[in-house]
């Protein structure tokens, strides 16, 4: 849903006959008759196949029924745009009331829409498509603002929704594979319809058909599910919002529910066939039968619609792609009104605010700050307290800062602001814990502040304390572990990186929980079992945890050896260390966050979060606080934190930030001895030396 340089109304025409481009008129605005006004294309029909596109274009005007399914009397169509380049034309006729024959000019349009609309034309009377490079005037910001806000209305309330793949190719067989699909889906359907004490035989004739097929057709149905349009962004609402979806290619046809079947078979029945980015196309395609989070999960008729927060639902798609980075908010905006629960929509007023004009950067960052202000106390949603802050701050650091492609002015956006076009670099720790925040000192106050800036808030301010600091950072390489029948690779990475671990600490005792070193690093590699599947051998028994460490004492702290008999255990500290790191601290902690984390940086404890943060002073530090084995550290200097002065010096910070230092977010981390509220008890103890600071982050 994006308008390109040289787009659809720029080009001069190379039709035939016709000297002009259409100029569109602006739509009625919302008045008492009407909710909202769109523009419909009349596909005028056509015997011959090869004959000229002509439509009428006509607006019309709807209701917006809240709570009743009304659907109208057209298609919209679900396709992808293509490379930004126009050749082909289609020509607008005045509509049926006025002269048939005068031209008003001719939109330009995708060699991709051309043949979709070829196909979808019929002989003998118009067809009404909702197409959005038509139908929207992309050169109006204004225009292309309110229908793409209005989209989720748009395809929810068609008659149905229009897949388009593409035209046939002779590398992946259209025909072959869509008709593969259509034997599959129907075999699954049929399996699943009969009773559980038969339905063994279908099992096998389903087995029997992917495998035959695959045998002699794995590369044609690699290259199908290699189509664009299967990791395009906007088809996620086009899709999930739509009444029900028929999938075109070339002269194929298709319905979803078949297709999903599919896709579910074919994706339980590889063996090492496809790629992980094949397979990653077939499981977000299906997961109605197996509960995973998938489009068909809602898609399908007779399941209810699921219920789940903004940022879960943006995580859950971040592998699809769109051409204009302000689209990987935009795009999603109408499945989390859908999905969300109705007490964070309510609150969340950037879902309605799909704004052009606007650069990435404020469109980010201002969707994080409104985030982070909603409450989620009340939400019934999460098994135990869901911390939106952290939540946040932690998809920040794991989407990394990649910097928005032609950004505007070189303006970066702030480290605490996720940014949606990298790629999930690590998995965030546990931000729904059920044993309660890692640090908690100020009950009832605001948890976050923004400076201004000119277009969106430029620092997060905080109250938190800068607890300890980095002083080495050891990395393990997990590769081995990711490979089938390593152990003994695996072992010997594993033991090269504690040997490494052995030569900054000295003590076998980890002072912090009183445990034997290895014991907490053992947990501290699998963040605690935080990160634990629910198919893993661990999430089975709680006790079986407790085997685990039992066995470790018994083999004498030889956590390398015992790997071939703990595969479970492997498996989940590769999964865990992903992206991360094992760092040690001045006060004899250790932890593990991302690998950006280096010496110096300062584990800190931001009040109200469930896990706490590595943070990076901008500045030299100023004075000491710290009191480690190590001897003194300096910390950076902060406004000390008193309740009288809050709003005062938050005042002074935004009149110049730069006035004190600020840090920037590098990491979420697990720190072990301090994930359950220890801190609380530390500073009761000590908290002459761990005075309470206002943390600024830029």
Excluded at 249 to 266: N, Q, S, V, Y
Aim: proline residues 5%; charged residues 20%.
């Amino acid at each position: 849903m994006t308008m390109f340089k040289g787009g659809p109304g720029a080009w001069d025409p190379v039709h035939p006959g016709i000297s002009k481009i259409y100029q569109y008129r602006p739509l009625t605005p919302k008045c008492q008759e009407h909710d909202y006004t769109i523009r419909l294309l009349h596909l005028l029909p056509a015997r011959d196949s090869n004959a000229s596109l002509r439509c009428w274009l006509i607006e019309k005007g709807y209701r917006d029924y809240w709570g009743i399914p009304v659907h109208h009397d057209y298609h919209a169509v679900s396709y992808t745009w293509g490379d930004p380049v126009f050749p082909e034309a289609l020509e607008v006729l005045p509509n049926s009331f006025s002269s048939p024959t005068e031209s008003l000019g001719v939109i330009r349009i995708t060699q991709n829409l051309h043949s979709a609309l070829k196909h979808l034309r019929r002989r003998d009377v118009p067809v009404v498509l909702w197409v959005d490079a038509v139908c929207i005037n992309q050169s109006d910001v204004t225009e292309r603002n309110s229908q793409v806000s209005n989209m989720p209305n748009i395809y929810k309330k068609a008659s149905s929704t229009i897949v388009w793949l593409g035209d046939e190719s002779a590398v992946d067989d259209a025909r072959l594979c869509m008709s593969f699909f259509e034997n599959l889906g129907r075999l699954s359907s049929a399996s699943q319809d009969q009773q559980h004490s038969t339905s063994w035989r279908k099992r096998f004739e389903i087995n029997q058909l992917v495998g035959d097929f695959l045998d002699e057709n794995k590369a044609e149905i690699a290259f199908f599910l290699e189509r664009p349009w299967f990791h395009r962004r906007w088809i996620v609402q086009e899709v999930v919002l739509a009444k029900s979806v028929a999938i075109h290619c070339g002269r194929w046809k298709i319905d979803w529910d078949t297709f999903h079947l599919a896709m579910f078979e074919l994706f339980e029945s590889d063996q090492g066939v496809f790629t992980q980015d094949h397979r990653t196309t077939m499981r977000t395609m299906t997961g109605v039968r197996n509960g995973s989070r998938t489009i068909t999960a809602v898609r399908n008729i007779g399941v209810a619609a699921k219920k789940q927060l903004p940022l879960d639902t943006l995580v859950e798609f971040a592998s699809f792609l769109c051409a204009d980075p302000r689209d990987r908010l935009y795009a999603l905006y109408g499945v989390i009104k859908r999905w969300s629960p109705r007490q964070v929509t309510m609150q969340l007023s950037q879902i309605s605010n799909i704004d052009y004009s606007l650069p990435t950067e404020t469109v980010f960052t201002n969707f994080a700050a409104e985030l982070m202000q909603i409450n989620t106390h009340d939400l019934q949603l999460v098994a135990s307290r869901y911390w939106i802050v952290t939540h946040v701050l932690q998809l920040a650091t794991a989407f990394g800062q990649r910097g928005i492609p032609g950004d505007h002015f070189g303006i970066k956006i702030p480290s605490w602001v996720v940014d949606w076009t990298g790629d999930l670099c690590f998995e965030p720790l546990q931000h729904s814990r059920a044993n309660g925040v890692a640090f908690e000192a100020l009950r009832g106050n605001d948890v976050v502040q923004f400076l201004p800036n000119k277009e969106h808030p430029s620092h997060l301010v905080m109250v938190g304390i800068p607890f300890d600091m980095v002083t080495a950072t050891i990395s393990l390489d997990i590769a081995p572990m990711l490979l089938t029948n390593s152990v003994h690779k695996a072992r010997v990475s594993l033991n090269k990186f504690l040997c490494e671990v052995a030569r900054h600490v000295h003590d076998d005792s980890y002072k912090p929980t009183s445990e034997h070193l290895v014991t907490a690093l053992a947990i501290s590699l699998v963040a605690n079992w935080d990160h634990t599947p629910s198919n893993s051998y661990f999430a089975q028994d709680p006790r079986f945890i407790q085997d685990f460490l039992a066995q470790l004492r018994n083999q004498q702290y030889h956590l390398p050896e015992m790997l071939h008999k703990w595969p479970a255990y492997v498996e989940l500290m590769a999964i865990t260390m992903r992206g991360r790191s094992l760092f040690l601290t001045a006060k004899g902690y250790m932890g593990i966050a991302a690998t950006a984390v280096k010496t110096g940086d300062v584990v800190s404890l931001l009040d109200g979060q469930s896990v706490p943060f590595i943070l990076r002073p901008e500045r030299a530090v100023k004075y000491s606080v710290y009191h480690g084995e190590r001897g003194a550290v300096e910390a950076p200097d902060c406004f000390d934190y008193q309740a009288m002065r809050y709003s005062y010096d938050v005042a002074m910070l935004a009149s110049d930030p730069g006035a004190y230092n600020s840090f920037s977010l590098i990491s979420d981390a697990y720190v072990h001895g301090l994930m359950k509220g220890e801190s609380n008890e530390i500073m009761k103890k000590d908290g002459d030396d761990l005075a309470l600071k206002i943390i600024s982050i830029s």
